[in-house]
T-cell receptor, first 117, second 113 residues
Framework: DAGVIQSPRHEVTEMGQEVTLRCKPI?????LFWYRQTMMRGLELLIY????????DSGMPEDRFSAKMPNASFSTLKIQPSEPRDSAVYFC???????????????FGPGTRLTVL | AQSVTQLDSHVSVSEGTPVLLRCNYS??????LFWYVQHPNKGLQLLLK??????LVKGINGFEAEFKKSETSFHLTKPSAHMSDAAEYFC???????????FGTGTKLQVIP
C-alpha cells in the first residue's frame, strides 16, 4: 500500500495567491482528516470527512479556507487568498471507521510545507 | 470532552539509558490512547495504541506504554535509547465511538551520544 499521498510536498507562494493542497487517502478508508501544524499552535484539526461528506469543519480558521472531497480517493484543501500567517505544514490523514468504535488509528501523509511570502 | 497533557516539552537522555515520556489524559468516557512519533520533516507514525485488552501495550522500535486508569496516565517508555529515537512524540486521546482525536503538544526527545 502506498499510504496517504499528498501533493505538493512543498509550496511557496505570494500573499494573495490561491493555494490548493491535494490528498489521496489509503484505499478503503472512509474517514479523511486535514490538519495544520505550526510551532505556535501545534497540530490542529481543520476538518474531517466521512464517506466524502464533511462532518466537522469547526477547525477551519476562516472563510478563506475550504475543503472538498469529490470522491473516496481524492480531497483538496484550498486557501484563497493566502496570507503569510497560513505558512505551516498541512497534513492529511485517513482511517477506517468501524461501527462500535474500534481502535482505528489515523494514517498520516508526509505533509505539505506551505510558505506564503 | 477529552484532553491530553504532555508534561514535558523537551526530554534529553544519553544513548543507552531509559526513556520516559509522560502523558496524562482526561476523558468523560472510555478513551482510546495512542502514541505517534514524528521525525524531522516527516509525517506522523503510529508507535502504539491502547486497547482495553491489556494495560501494558508494546509498540514498534522497543517502545511500550502502560495505561493506568487510577492515575489517568499513559506514559511511554523504552529501556535503552538509540540515536534514531530522537524525534517528537505525541500522545493522542480519542473517545471510543468518535473519530475526532485530541493531540498533546508534543515532547521533543533528544538523545545524546
Amino acid at each position: 500500500d502506498a499510504g496517504v499521498i499528498q501533493s505538493p510536498r512543498h509550496e511557496v507562494t505570494e500573499m494573495g495567491q490561491e493555494v490548493t493542497l491535494r490528498c489521496k487517502p489509503i484505499s478503503g478508508h472512509d474517514y479523511l482528516f486535514w490538519y495544520r501544524q505550526t510551532m505556535m499552535r501545534g497540530l490542529e484539526l481543520l476538518i474531517y470527512f466521512n464517506n466524502n461528506v464533511p462532518i466537522d469543519d469547526s477547525g477551519m480558521p476562516e472563510d478563506r479556507f475550504s475543503a472538498k472531497m469529490p470522491n473516496a480517493s481524492f480531497s483538496t484543501l484550498k486557501i484563497q487568498p493566502s496570507e503569510p500567517r497560513d505558512s505551516a505544514v498541512y497534513f492529511c490523514a485517513s482511517s477506517f471507521g468501524v461501527d462500535g468504535g474500534a481502535l482505528n488509528e489515523q494514517f498520516f501523509g508526509p505533509g505539505t510545507r506551505l510558505t506564503v511570502l | 470532552a477529552q484532553s491530553v497533557t504532555q508534561l514535558d516539552s523537551h526530554v534529553s537522555v544519553s544513548e543507552g539509558t531509559p526513556v520516559l515520556l509522560r502523558c496524562n489524559y482526561s476523558s468523560s468516557y472510555s478513551p482510546s490512547l495512542f502514541w505517534y512519533v514524528q521525525h524531522p520533516n516527516k509525517g506522523l507514525q503510529l508507535l502504539l495504541k491502547y486497547t482495553s485488552a491489556a494495560t501494558l501495550v508494546k509498540g514498534i522500535n522497543g517502545f511500550e506504554a502502560e495505561f493506568k486508569k487510577s492515575e489517568t496516565s499513559f506514559h511511554l517508555t523504552k529501556p535503552s535509547a538509540h540515536m534514531s529515537d530522537a524525534a517528537e512524540y505525541f500522545c493522542v486521546v480519542r473517545i471510543l465511538g468518535y473519530q475526532k482525536v485530541t493531540f498533546g503538544t508534543g515532547t521533543k526527545l533528544q538523545v545524546i551520544p
